[in-house]
């Protein structure tokens, strides 16, 4: 007896009121455990992207959208070189980005998620690093990345604690 007064005081307490053109009513609203489950894993994977994007973004240019490295004619806040440019658009089907965008910050961090939703859709961490500083083309050249790599994942580490 008490478990069923338990029971209906519970379902009293999360019932919704509805009406219907026949008749007015009560309807005991369940917990979606699936919406809030989903929900919770695309809070988290939105986190992962912004920490990845970010400790990139350390790497290259310390967030500065001025940065210019003459050497490697890499340009913006995440230091993109022509040839990156030239494989996002090769990506995208048509002449998106310009080489001007790689000196603004949003056309840049679209050029980012470009490739890398095309090259690394898991989101890897490494796989992200490794694509961003070797390129597209070096893919088993996974030492030369290494250094590059370990930092992302010092400064991802960090960023995450915050």
């Given at each position: 007896m008490?478990?069923?007064?338990?029971s209906?005081?519970?379902?009293?307490?999360i019932?919704?009121?509805?009406?219907s053109?026949?008749?007015?009513?009560?309807?005991?609203?369940q917990?979606?455990l699936?919406n809030e489950f989903?929900r919770r894993i695309d809070?988290?994977n939105?986190k992962?992207?912004e920490?990845?994007l970010?400790?990139?973004i350390?790497?290259?240019?310390?967030?500065?959208?001025?940065a210019?490295n003459?050497?490697?004619?890499a340009?913006?806040?995440l230091q993109?070189?022509?040839?990156?440019?030239?494989?996002?658009?090769k990506?995208?089907?048509?002449?998106?980005f310009?080489l001007?965008?790689r000196?603004d910050?949003e056309?840049s961090?679209?050029?980012?998620w470009?490739?890398?939703?095309?090259?690394?859709p898991?989101?890897?961490?490494?796989?992200?690093c490794h694509?961003?500083?070797?390129?597209i083309?070096?893919?088993s050249?996974?030492?030369?990345?290494?250094?590059?790599?370990?930092?992302?994942?010092?400064?991802?580490?960090n960023l995450?604690?915050?």
């Open positions: 008490r478990y069923v007064c338990r209906m005081l519970i379902t009293l307490l019932s919704i009121p509805f009406k053109f026949y008749s007015e009513g009560y309807i005991a609203k917990p979606n699936n989903e809070e988290l939105d992962h992207k920490l990845i970010n400790s990139i350390y790497i290259e240019s310390r967030g500065d959208h001025n210019y003459q050497k490697e004619n340009v913006g806040i993109i070189r022509p040839i990156m440019l030239k494989q996002a658009n990506i995208m089907g048509f002449e998106k310009l001007y965008d000196w910050k056309k961090i679209e050029i980012f470009t490739i890398q939703d095309h090259f690394n898991e989101l890897s961490l490494e796989q992200a694509i961003w500083n070797a390129g083309f070096n893919k050249r996974w030492e030369i990345t290494e250094n590059y790599r370990n930092k992302a994942l010092i400064i991802y580490n995450s604690l915050k």
